[in-house]
């Protein structure tokens, strides 16, 4: 698992989002545009889900996209930006080249398993 204060258990909300032949790889604290949430790296795709509540947490959807979507990733210390088909899309986490990591070695597996 990634760095993150929260795991997922199997009746965590958050698994509902995933199908039988997907599963997390790594879960990250971040914010997108002004959302506080979870970036999932599954197997197949990247996601982020927005965090609402204090006692009763909601969770949302908020970005789908399967790797091989990606463009291009660029990193700073705290920022994660993904191009996805000239649309860009901006991550502030504390862990963004983890991530960038995290998800090029991704991309690789699906490249190869394809």
Known sequence: M???DKTLEPDDELQDIFKPDD???DLFNAS???KNGYILLSQKKFLFVSEQGFLQKIYDL???VPYDRINEIRCTDNGLTLLVWG???VFKSDYARVME???KDLKELRAVAS
């Open 62 to 64: 908020v970005l789908e």
């Open 2 to 4: 990634g760095v993150v």
């Open 101 to 103: 990591q995290s998800i």
């Open 23 to 25: 599963e997390v790889q």
């Open 87 to 89: 649309t860009k899309h």
């Open 32 to 34: 997108y545009n002004d």
